[in-house]
């Protein structure tokens, strides 16, 4: 399996630490990475199919060629525009908080309003849209904040709230925590994998801005964090709560 990636590092929107070390992981699996990679075409060879890069000869034969390159709206020819409907960059439809566009009869929710795209986001804001509309609750709308996201890759990379960059750029004091560890099946099987956990706080006071983790059951691990991230929780509260031993989820309340 190769890995040709545009960017000079996987996953921008996740944090570069992790995402360093999820690429050594994969490495250690055998894929190989192609970092900053400019594909000029493909061409079918036989059964295969031949990569040619713009910055030299052919560079590999594959079985197969997976595209992820994103994705747009498809929001074109519904006639938005003549209502006066924004439509943005990556044909998504302009919306406010509210989920409402420049006509207030008119809303979008899920992937097309161009939020966050994930499809527990989209079922949010449908609700809360409807029971603004139809339920009674003139104030319900959905909060973007610290919505938490995960890759299923292997191991299994996630996050919620603010990165170490994105805290920097807000925050006066910023202070990070590390857990770098080979979890115990791994250790047990002599196992090449690592686990990294980070912890970005801000403030005087540490409150917990945002959590990322890289590892093995770090999907499940990260809902119940998730949750005293949304409620302000403190480093210290963290430090206070008893950890579960031998487990990987541990390690978010032993940071030091």
């Excluded at 000079?8 to 699996?29: K, V």
């Excluded at 945002?210 to 302000?232: S, Y």
């Excluded at 929780?233 to 390690?251: C, R």
Aim: glycine share 10%; net charge negative.
């Amino acid at each position: 399996v190769s890995l040709l990636v545009r960017g000079s590092r996987l996953l921008e929107r996740f944090d570069y630490e992790l995402t360093a070390q999820l690429a050594e992981n994969l490495r250690q699996q055998g894929v190989r990475i192609h970092f900053d990679y400019r594909l000029r075409e493909l061409k079918r060879d036989g059964e295969r199919v031949r990569a040619f890069g713009h910055d030299g000869p052919i560079d590999s034969v594959f079985d197969a060629v997976f595209f992820a390159t994103g994705r747009r709206g498809n929001s074109r020819d519904l006639g938005l525009e003549a209502l006066g409907i924004g439509i943005g960059e990556h044909q998504q439809v302009e919306v406010d908080e509210w989920q409402t566009t420049a006509v207030p009869s008119v809303h979008a929710v899920g992937d097309i309003a161009g939020k966050v795209g994930l499809t527990p986001v989209a079922v949010a804001a449908s609700r809360r849209l409807m029971d603004r509309l139809f339920g009674g609750r003139p104030d319900a709308k959905m909060d973007y904040d610290n919505v938490a996201s995960v890759v299923f890759s292997h191991p299994p990379l996630g996050a919620v709230g603010m990165s170490e960059e994105d805290a920097r750029a807000r925050f006066d004091q910023v202070t990070v925590y590390h857990s770098r560890f080979r979890p115990m099946l791994q250790a047990l099987a002599n196992g090449t994998q690592r686990s990294l956990f980070k912890m970005v706080c801000a403030g005087p006071e540490e409150r917990v801005v945002g959590v990322h983790l890289l590892g093995e059951a770090a999907d499940e691990i990260l809902q119940g964090f998730a949750v005293a991230v949304k409620m302000g929780a403190t480093k210290a509260q963290f430090d206070d709560t008893v950890a579960i031993h031998p487990t990987s989820a541990e390690e978010v309340v032993l940071m030091r």
